[in-house]
T-cell receptor, first 114, second 113 residues
Framework: AQKVTQAQTEISVVEKEDVTLDCVYETRDTTYYLFWYKQPPSGELVFLIRRNSFDEQNEISGRYSWNFQKSTSSFNFTITASQVVDSAVYFCALDQNSGYALNFGKGTSLLVTP | NAGVTQTPKFRVLKTGQSMTLLCAQDMNHEYMYWYRQDPGMGLRLIHYSVGEGTTAKGEVPDGYNVSRLKKQNFLLGLESAAPSQTSVYFC????????????FGAGTRLSVL
């Protein structure tokens, strides 16, 4: 069975701190894709990144970075020098065998205070 | 760019009433999806469509029906609303070839009393 676990329900940090959001997944597929989405207080879901199972290179986009490790089935997300605008719920997701839908984790709520 | 548009944004229903949620996308995506989001549950797939005229059940399809008469529209219907259907509903769409980069609408917040 495919499963995504985001063990951190809520995280609170002070602005400018670095924060890492954990994502652990389970799958029997050898080819799969992992995603991160952001849901700000306004409610919409914003796509952040997609990573396939054959590409274990870490990725950096501005203050955001992602660490994909197949050996530990993890796809962690780090925000460097957090800002108040980073406050949101972040979802990790795994594509399903059918390729027709995403299997979402339950999300991590991040609060960044000034 | 409109992207994925959901209407209405908010709705309150009484138990037993029916309603239809509309999703429209202007990105010429083949695939469309309906999810529901409940506190502590993440997003769960209700129904999806891989093309005009085709629909399929997702993880939690009971109590819902869908139709995809036009490529750009995906309708979600509740024939007899129940309090358990109180949720936030999200529509998403994607190209068939990009392995599920799904683009989401802003959501519809539904309360069933």
């Amino acid at each position: 069975a495919q499963k995504v676990t985001q063990a951190q329900t809520e995280i609170s940090v002070v602005e400018k701190e670095d924060v890492t959001l954990d994502c652990v997944y389970e799958t029997r597929d050898t080819t799969y894709y992992l995603f991160w989405y952001k849901q700000p207080p306004s409610g919409e879901l914003v796509f952040l990144i997609r990573r396939n199972s054959f590409d274990e290179q870490n990725e950096i986009s501005g203050r955001y970075s992602w660490n994909f490790q197949k050996s530990t089935s993890s796809f962690n997300f780090t925000i460097t020098a957090s800002q108040v605008v980073d406050s949101a719920v972040y979802f990790c997701a795994l594509d399903q065998n059918s390729g027709y839908a995403l299997n979402f984790g339950k999300g991590t709520s991040l609060l960044v205070t000034p | 760019n409109a992207g994925v548009t959901q209407t209405p944004k908010f709705r309150v229903l009484k138990t037993g009433q029916s309603m239809t949620l509309l999703c429209a996308q202007d990105m010429n995506h083949e695939y469309m999806y309906w999810y529901r989001q409940d506190p502590g549950m993440g997003l769960r797939l209700i129904h999806y469509s891989v093309g005009e005229g085709t629909t399929a059940k997702g993880e939690v399809p009971d109590g819902y029906n869908v139709s995809r008469l036009k490529k750009q529209n995906f309708l979600l219907g509740l024939e007899s609303a129940a309090p358990s259907q109180t949720s936030v509903y999200f529509c998403a769409s994607s190209y068939s070839g990009t392995r599920n980069i799904q683009y989401f609408g802003a959501g519809t917040r539904l309360s069933v009393l």
